[in-house]
């Protein structure tokens, strides 16, 4: 699953190689996850202590939903609050508006991220109108200077909204308390405040010392009551920052997106998370809150809560807190679907990069009976060094430096693809790295796959489950996220076995009938080396 | 690793119980007031085995999983000049090539079989291993560890492989303008022959051999050298019974001393370098060499670098470049100390190139602020704050608690250096601040690295001091 954060907190480059960096090479799968049945380790999750009985679940009556697990090791709790809404729910020309929200609501509310909300409302009114008005006539006139001669009324008019533009800019700045919620976090200990935007989801995630629960929920559940949109503009621009360091200026995500964008022709999963440029650059703060308000009901959201807690108290807090907000009608269904691909899709990317590959084939969504299947062949084709696409292609063959699959991309509510990627290694190319993959999932097809080969995919799930609840944060990412797409965190509980029960069989069938020509897309990044030419970075940014 | 923000590492101990709810939930967040609880973290017990292995035990029964790490007295730093590259490929490939009487495709299969994830690998300064498998397995998947660490056996063909898969990684080098202005800034800083700053080439890659990682592997990886940890579901007296069956016998041996020179002084004023690359963004580095971790001047140093740039949301640098001017998405400064050889100070930030210019001004004119202005009272406050009420991060699990005892036994450090941090936090002053900006922050001499379009690039530099292209090798 992609997803696009608020705050780089990966940025951190690593000056120097010290000790403690005990890389952990990461499984490739990020969404399967299963829990363990087997051996001891059905005590671990099933068992009379086992995360079945240790999961608290409690639910509003405005229909949101709180997830709880005690851990007493430190007085330290992690929350994860997970709504059912990302880039799915854009309109056209509106693309990147959940990710845009989601920076916003770091914004403040009434109460907080304010000097004064009285003073400072008519101002950010007022500044949202001109704005809006402004970047309106920019475009017309941009468009309408192209094959006409200057209209100087319409540029003095324009240049008079902008000069009223910064002012009210300039007097809206003054009742701003700068990022004052995130200020409040940090000043009561809290660690790895963040939100991610994905295609299904939006999260916002902090862990805190336990005592200070109330803090989070005063603060997010005005922020669930009482986002206030301020430094609206600034932010669009901090976003368009954001999309040029990730897609723009990235080989591996200037590939991804147009990988993407192929294999979906009417589905909002071919769009990027992050927004096309010149969508993000229309943006209007109306826009902004009619989003807000159509989507954040608490009947979208699951909170997940891990640490030293006590349930009843959490409980009693959270219904004194967000038990207040009324429950929201349900938001407008999405209706698309993609229809089937009828024929090879190729597309290349140039950039100043070396060579790289994507191959997608088209896939049912989560739940589906097939879904189970490609988690298994994902397993089965890149995880660990014994799998068949590394041992193949990398190890053996020494076509490719690296391989990856992804089994649920770009999301997981909707039909999705099954993404293989690669690296090849010179002086072989891409060409070769597809023809070496191609077989291997021919082979899937012809031959059935050795039940220690399975056995394997089973016993790796089971152990990584278990790992997945060492730590707070993530078995509160873990329970709010299959809260949230599954409609029931006991997903994990039921999906390790319908894996466990997919046959050599299931295997061969999944594979005749998705891994097809007709059903895929390729993309292939090309390089091409700098040319000497002036960029010409951000001409239709208007408005600074 | 200690990023220098204290930060990174910080902790104490406040704590309550949850606090009643009721009341609180309903007060403003902005002037809730919560008490301070004392959580004493377990201790790990420390024994020295007989060939000189430190061990760190802390038992945690939670969950069914035993975690091992491995900190090696070994690393790049040790590199022969011609074969730069050798410790990377021999952590790499003492984890691939197999060993301890089984070869590579055994040792794969085993370790797959059993979901067990052994990692070995070695940095500048230090080696790291690490296993961590399900407890009824942990027999099982320290023997294998334990062949690998003592006897790897560096099998030629997963040599050859380690070998290509390094060169390809070198021909992608240039690909990422981040990963470029990154190394190209610390080689103006270091010089680019220095242990923290130099880079393989291809060239010294095809140069290493068989030989060299067996020598070198036999040359510095000795139990004398290497500090253990080991949490999770265990007894203490049976680990250490095992432990002891497993490297009682290893011999001891004469350990490379960790020295690293101090790279050589610098013109003394500022340089600004670009690489030209295809981008849409500016991204840049600006900074200079900095004190290391046992300087007396480190603490209100990392303060002041947490004001100015280095704790996100709360900064200066985030406030004016990100939320009051929307010009980055990441934008900050960092500093980098470690106790071995000089640390690094740096401000970053990736923007559109026509706002080059305004971001490195502002880098300049929030340094200057902190260099010649007292930082404000709510600024000290918020910043001890935040350092003493995340305290308890740091020593939240039982890993987290051993990994902070070995890294300063490593490093030399004692073992309550973060305690006598926290303590000298605490006693911060604006002056101590100030005092340590005006001396540390260098703006007559800053480094200045730049990555982008190389047409535009030089006008835009011009102000800032003698601009320079930094050519980068075709490596493909």
Request: proline share 5%; glycine share 8%; with cysteine.
């Amino acid at each position: 699953m992609k997803t696009t954060s608020t705050f780089d907190s990966g940025a951190a480059e690593l000056i120097k190689m010290k000790i403690g960096t005990l890389l952990r090479a990461s499984r490739v799968t990020t969404f399967l996850l299963a829990l363990a049945f087997s051996l001891d380790l059905s005590l671990v999750l099933a068992g009379p202590s086992g995360l079945a009985d240790r999961v608290i679940e409690h639910k509003l009556a405005n229909g949101m939903t709180v997830l709880m697990v005690e851990r007493h090791q430190a007085p330290v709790v992690s929350i994860n609050m997970t709504f059912g809404v990302g880039g799915v729910n854009e309109q056209v020309g509106q693309t990147g508006l959940a990710h845009l929200y989601e920076h916003m609501a770091f914004k403040g509310t009434r109460t907080v991220g304010t000097k004064n909300y009285e003073k400072e409302k008519p101002i950010l009114d007022e500044l949202h109108r001109v704005g809006t008005e402004l970047e309106q006539r920019q475009r017309e006139f941009a468009k309408r200077s192209e094959d006409m001669p200057v209209d100087a009324n319409e540029k003095t008019a324009i240049e008079k909204l902008q000069k009223r533009f910064k002012e009210l800019q300039d007097q809206a700045l003054q009742y701003v308390a700068g990022n004052e919620m995130a200020l409040l976090y940090q000043r009561h200990g809290g660690v790895g405040l963040n939100a991610s935007t994905g295609k299904d989801l939006t999260r916002y995630v902090i862990s805190l010392p336990s005592n200070r629960l109330p803090l989070w929920a005063a603060i997010e559940s005005d922020r669930m009551a009482n986002p206030v949109l301020r430094e609206f503009y600034k932010e669009r621009g901090v976003v368009m920052e954001e999309r040029r360091l990730r897609n723009d200026d990235s080989a591996n995500g200037l590939l991804f997106e147009t990988f993407t964008s192929a294999a979906f022709r009417a589905h909002q999963y071919g769009v990027p998370t992050i927004g096309w440029e010149s969508d993000i650059l229309s943006l209007t703060p109306a826009a902004t809150e009619a989003f807000f308000k159509t989507y954040y009901g608490p009947g979208r959201a699951t909170i997940g809560i891990v640490g030293d807690i006590d349930p009843k108290q959490v409980i009693t807090l959270i219904e004194n807190t967000f038990g207040k907000i009324p429950a929201a009608p349900p938001p407008p269904q999405i209706v698309t679907v993609e229809p089937p691909q009828r024929g090879e899709r190729r597309v290349e990317v140039e950039f100043d990069a070396e060579h790289s590959l994507a191959i997608g084939f088209h896939k049912p969504a989560l739940g589906h009976p097939d879904d189970y299947v490609f988690d298994v062949i994902d397993e089965l084709l890149t995880d660990g060094p014994t799998s068949r696409l590394y041992s193949k292609l990398v190890r053996d063959g020494r076509l490719a430096a690296s391989v990856h699959s992804d089994a649920s991309y770009p999301g997981v509510r909707s039909a999705n693809l099954f993404v293989l990627s690669a690296t090849p290694l010179a002086p072989h190319t891409t060409a070769e790295v597809e023809a070496a993959i191609l077989a291997e999932l021919e082979r899937l097809k012809m031959e059935p796959v050795s039940p220690k080969e399975l056995e394997r995919i089973v016993n790796n799930l089971d152990a990584d489950m278990v790992r997945a609840l060492r730590s707070n944060s993530g078995l509160a990412s873990q329970l709010a996220l299959y809260q949230t797409v599954a409609g029931d965190w006991r997903y994990v509980l039921k999906s390790r076995d319908k894996i466990a029960a997919v046959s050599p069989a299931d295997i061969q069938r999944v594979a005749t009938q998705y891994f097809t020509k007709s059903n895929r897309t390729v993309a292939t990044l090309i390089k091409k080396p700098a040319e000497k030419q002036l960029a010409t970075a951000a001409p239709r940014e208007v408005i600074r | 690793m200690k990023q220098g923000c204290v930060f990174a590492i910080a902790l104490v101990l406040l704590f309550a119980t949850v606090a009643s709810a009721g009341d609180a939930a309903l007060s403003d967040p902005r002037t809730m007031k919560f008490s301070p609880v004392e959580f004493s973290p377990p201790e790990p017990a420390r024994l020295v085995l007989e060939n000189g292995l430190v061990v760190y035990l802390l038992e945690d029964h939670e969950l069914p999983l035993v975690s091992l790490s491995a900190t090696i007295r070994t690393g790049g730093w040790l590199d022969p000049q011609d074969k730069i590259g050798l410790a990377g490929l021999t952590g790499s490939v003492m984890r691939t090539g197999g060993g301890g009487g089984l070869t590579a495709a055994q040792v794969d299969d085993e370790l797959e079989q059993f979901a067990i994830d052994i990692n070995m690998s070695m940095g500048r300064q230090s080696g790291a291993s690490s296993l961590d498998v399900l407890s009824k397995d942990f027999a099982r998947g320290l023997r294998i560890f334990a062949g690998l660490l003592r006897q790897p056996a560096f099998e030629s063909a997963r040599v050859e492989l380690a070998k290509l898969q390094t060169i390809e990684g070198i021909r992608r080098r240039q690909d990422n303008p981040g990963s470029i202005v990154s190394r190209e800034f610390v080689k103006q800083l270091y010089g680019p022959e220095h242990p923290t700053a130099r880079e393989s080439t291809i060239e010294s890659v095809k140069g290493i051999t068989r030989d060299d990682l067996i020598a070198f592997h036999q040359r510095t990886v000795y139990p004398n050298g290497i500090i253990l940890g080991v949490t999770g579901d265990f007894k203490t007296e049976e680990m250490l019974a095992l432990l002891r069956a497993t490297f009682g016998d290893w011999k001891k041996g004469e350990v490379p001393e960790l020295k690293i020179a101090d790279a050589p002084e610098t013109a003394g004023r500022s340089i600004v370098r670009f690489v030209n690359k295809e981008t849409s963004q500016t991204h840049l580095r600006v900074g200079h060499l900095s004190i290391k971790e046992q300087d007396p001047d480190y603490v209100p140093l990392a303060i002041a670098n947490d004001i100015l740039g280095g704790s996100s949301f709360r900064s200066r640098l985030f406030n004016d470049v990100r939320t009051k001017r929307g010009l980055a998405y990441s934008v900050g400064s960092r500093l980098n100390v470690g106790v071995h050889d000089q640390g690094v100070w740096l401000m970053r930030a990736e923007t559109k190139l026509p706002s080059t210019q305004e971001v490195i001004s502002r880098f300049v004119v929030n340094m200057e602020r902190m260099r010649t202005e007292l930082v404000t009272d709510e600024e000290l406050a918020e910043a001890k704050e935040a350092y003493v009420n995340s305290f308890v991060f740091s020593f939240a699990s039982p890993s987290a608690i051993v990994g902070r005892f070995i890294e300063l036994e490593y490093d030399g450090l004692p073992k309550d250096f973060l305690q006598q941090l926290r303590a000298r936090v605490i006693a911060l002053t604006k002056e101590d601040i100030l005092a340590a900006a005006k001396k540390h922050f260098h703006s007559d001499r800053l480094t200045i690295v730049a990555v982008g379009p190389g047409e535009a690039l030089p006008k835009l530099l011009s102000g800032f001091g003698d601009v320079k292209e930094i050519k980068l090798a075709p490596e493909g």
